[in-house]
């Protein structure tokens, strides 16, 4: 089981941007497959970003263009970069693994709120 721990929400305005982190207690490097996903109040869970081991991604309908998932693995660290923010991007944002998130393994996510 890998932890992550989240950080870098908040509260920001309609167009603006954060850059939510994702601090794993492994190395990253092996890992191939992690995801970023959110969960908006009433709503269930949803994928919005997929980093695959070597480079590719892939991105929710909802968010392409708009965001960007990177890796650092010398720091073991998945980011979001979250441009152009829509008061529907409100959620708990969260990363992990498909197989710890098939397992109901969350860590405490971060909370980001667009709103004026």
């Known amino acids: 089981q890998v932890q992550f721990v989240e950080s870098g929400g908040g509260l920001v305005q309609p167009g603006g941007s954060l850059r939510l982190s994702c601090a794993a207690s492994?190395?990253?490097?092996?890992?191939?497959?992690i995801n970023w996903y959110r969960q908006a109040p009433g709503k269930q869970r949803e994928l919005v970003a997929t980093s695959i081991r070597g480079g590719s991604t892939n991105y929710a309908d909802s968010v392409k263009g708009r965001f960007t998932i990177s890796r650092n693995n010398p720091k073991n660290t998945v980011y979001l970069q979250m441009n152009s923010l829509k008061p529907e991007d409100t959620a708990v944002y969260y990363c992990n693994t498909p197989n710890d998130a098939s397992y109901d393994n969350w860590g405490q996510g971060t909370q980001v709120t667009v709103s004026s």
């Open positions: 492994v190395s990253i490097f092996s890992i191939y497959v």
